[in-house]
């Protein structure tokens, strides 16, 4: 029904900055919510921001800090993620992910999901 591909990922200094993108296909207008989640070796897949698709709410993990900012362009379906003050921690594999309509009134978890791309910040 949906269908996420991710890009712009790779090797940035830390206090260096870089914006992911995810671009959406299909049903996209089933899509209520899209976030970004993340997921370092050895480590749990954490949340890190999520937006409303028609309205544009925004929410953010705390660890964020104000660093990141989740925005989307609805009439090229596309979802950005935009981040600054880059650490070595926010090294992880960065998946875009969708949920629709009749999932969050079901209480159900994101069911799409893009392959992932890789950021690397060095120290």
């Known amino acids: 029904q949906v269908q996420l591909v991710e890009s712009g990922g790779g090797l940035v200094q830390a206090g260096g900055s870089l914006t992911l993108s995810c671009a959406a296909s299909?049903?996209?207008?089933?899509?209520?919510?899209m976030s970004w989640f993340r997921q370092a070796p050895g480590k749990e897949r954490k949340f890190v921001a999520a937006i409303t698709w028609r309205v544009g709410s925004t929410d953010y993990a705390e660890f964020v800090k104000g660093r990141f900012n989740i925005n989307r362009n609805i009439g090229r379906s596309a979802l950005f993620l935009q981040m600054s003050d880059l650490t070595p921690e926010d090294t992880a594999v960065y998946y875009c992910a969708a949920r629709s309509t009749i999932a969050l009134l079901n209480n159900t978890m994101y069911e799409y999901w893009g392959q992932g791309t890789q950021v690397t910040v060095s120290s």
């Open positions: 299909g049903r996209t207008n089933s899509i209520h919510t």
